[in-house]
């Protein structure tokens, strides 16, 4: 049971990094083509991203961009799997958004384009590890079984 919710944080966790990714993609060509407000760039149509956007936004005017981003990273749920340096990731990216000129803002989402691709390539790698050695495991058990009952 444990290495089943161990797979489905690790699944939840590969698909929030992935649509993190398609946001911050989408986020550098918001910035490349206009210059808008920080509180129109925190739209997104990524169903594990959208809620944390939203509550950055409702408490960016009241509380400034890292009070809002530190509420933000605060309210996602320990269903998605995310660890404490996830979280960190994640607060890092956004209590920065919107400090520096455009070009600055640019090379700030590749850089976390970058650091976001390899964690995602990193945590497959494992996941496929992991996958191999549980289908492993219930062949060995079922041989075992097998064995046991002959």
């Known amino acids: 049971m444990s290495g089943l919710l161990l797979s489905q944080k690790t699944t939840n966790r590969i698909m929030f990094f992935d649509q993190l990714l398609i946001y ?3 986020l550098r060509e ?3 083509y206009t210059l808008s407000e920080l509180p129109s760039l925190l739209k ?3 169903k594990m991203i959208n809620p944390i956007l939203k509550a950055m936004s409702a408490n960016l005017m009241e509380l400034g ?3 809002s981003a530190k509420a933000a990273v605060a309210s996602i749920p320990a269903s998605y799997g995310l660890n404490v340096s996830d979280k ?3 607060y890092d990216f956004f209590s920065s958004l919107g400090s520096t000129d455009c070009d600055g803002q640019l090379a700030h989402c590749d850089l976390y384009i970058s650091l976001v691709e390899k964690l995602v390539n990193a945590q497959r790698e ?3 590890k992991k996958s191999k050695l549980y289908r ?3 062949i060995f058990c079922g041989i075992g079984a097998g064995l046991f009952f002959i």
Do not use: F, P, R
């Open 24 to 26: 911050l993609s989408s």
């Open 30 to 32: 918001k910035l490349g």
């Open 44 to 46: 997104s149509e990524q």
């Open 65 to 67: 961009t890292k009070d």
């Open 88 to 90: 960190k990731l994640v």
């Open 126 to 128: 494992e996941s496929a």
């Open 136 to 138: 492993m495991l219930g």
